[in-house]
């Protein structure tokens, strides 16, 4: 055999190794390819299956916070959860929850605007969920379609959310003191028993008890936007004093904690049309006010608030921040409010005290502003 045929010989020898090689690598890649399509199918699965969970979880944890809030019972919040997940399907299956998958405690807000939530602790204000799709869980873990083939035989997803629900109690705790029917632009701290509006009703239309019944109805009106379900009580306070044929105790509560907002409208519309006067006991105002907001009518899972207002000085009874504490031992947080010649300090004092936020209203449109702010806090968010 000369060279050339030597030559020829060798090179159909080697095109068909390559050919087999050639073979050998489109098996491997087309394996690869095949794998890396499976892979594919099984991530998207996962992820939709993580997406669905979260969904149905958030919606079982809104349901407990409404559950509560609507029956103040956690057995009913806790079924009304479980319903819910059950009517969400995750991965082809309904969400099953366990009791032990619904948790109520108390969350709070920490300085830096995070949350953290303790279990069981009291009071109650927040609900979290466990949405499981694991093979512990009510629903087992989420099978694979093809990572059987890599030995992953299922996925198990897991989502928490939280919920705090504030529905609050709301106790509005007035001044209907003498000056309260001062005229808007007097400067007097105090109403003298000679003025001739003395023994006059309050409903003057440029008095100070005035401008107070236009930012209740105000804060009335921003009560009926919010989602949640509020019960406002109405206490006012002066002084034991009798004068003009009329007596009033120092403290009452004009109306009892109810979802009926129109009856706190009534109970001042009947206050602006009697001839009550006194001095300015505002630590009897507090008293009254915790009165309320722990009397039977009371909620035990929804947050208790106290909106103090005053126009004065106090100057009957005990300095009313050393009241206050009495307040923080029943969870209650006042926010108060200095209108005109209030004591602003002593009216701080109250509300750092229990942790509530002082206003001053140097004006009506202010004092309008602020109650309707007070009103529209927000009561309900996701925390995680």
């Known amino acids: 055999m000369n060279r050339s045929h030597r030559y020829v010989e060798l090179a159909r020898k080697w095109l068909k190794t390559r050919r087999g090689a050639i073979v050998v690598l489109a098996a491997f890649m087309m394996i690869v390819f095949l794998a890396s399509v499976a892979f594919s199918v099984d991530v998207a699965y996962m992820q939709l299956a993580k997406a669905q969970l979260r969904v149905a979880t958030d919606a079982a944890a809104r349901a407990a916070g409404e559950g509560l809030s609507r029956e103040q019972d956690i057995d009913y919040a806790r079924e009304a959860a479980k319903e819910i997940a059950r009517a969400n399907i995750v991965a082809g299956k309904p969400l099953l929850l366990d009791d032990s998958d619904v948790v109520f405690g108390r969350s709070n807000q920490q300085g830096n605007g995070a949350w953290t939530f303790i279990p069981n602790d009291q009071p109650i204000n927040a609900v979290r969920v466990f949405g499981r799709r694991t093979r512990a869980a009510p629903s087992g873990s989420v099978p694979m379609f093809f990572g059987r083939v890599f030995n992953v035989v299922d996925f198990q997803p897991t989502q928490k959310a939280t919920v705090v629900r504030l529905d609050r109690d709301i106790c509005l705790v007035v001044d209907r003191s003498s000056s309260m029917k001062l005229y808007l632009n007097d400067t007097a701290p105090t109403m003298s028993t000679r003025d001739s509006r003395f023994c006059k009703p309050a409903n003057m239309s440029l008095s100070r008890w005035a401008a107070l019944s236009v930012a209740l109805k105000r804060f009335i009106d921003a009560l009926e936007t919010t989602p ?157």
């Open 228 to 384: 949640q379900i509020e019960h406002v009580a109405l206490v006012s306070y002066a002084s034991d004093y009798t004068s003009c044929n009329h007596s009033n105790r120092a403290a009452e509560i004009d109306c009892p904690l109810s979802e009926n907002h129109g009856a706190v409208t009534s109970a001042v519309a009947r206050l602006s049309s009697t001839k009550f006067n006194g001095a300015t006991n505002i630590e009897a105002g507090i008293l009254e006010g915790i009165e309320a907001l722990t009397s039977p009518d009371a909620r035990p899972y929804a947050a208790k608030t106290m909106v103090l207002m005053s126009d004065g000085y106090y100057t009957v009874g005990r300095r009313p921040s050393l009241v206050a504490p009495r307040a923080v031992d029943r969870d209650i947080l006042i926010h108060t409010i200095s209108f005109g010649e209030a004591d602003q300090d002593e009216m701080e004092a109250i509300a750092n005290a229990t942790g509530g936020t002082h206003y001053y209203a140097p004006d009506a449109a202010a004092l309008q502003d602020i109650f309707e702010e007070i009103a529209l806090t927000l009561p309900v968010i996701f925390t995680d």
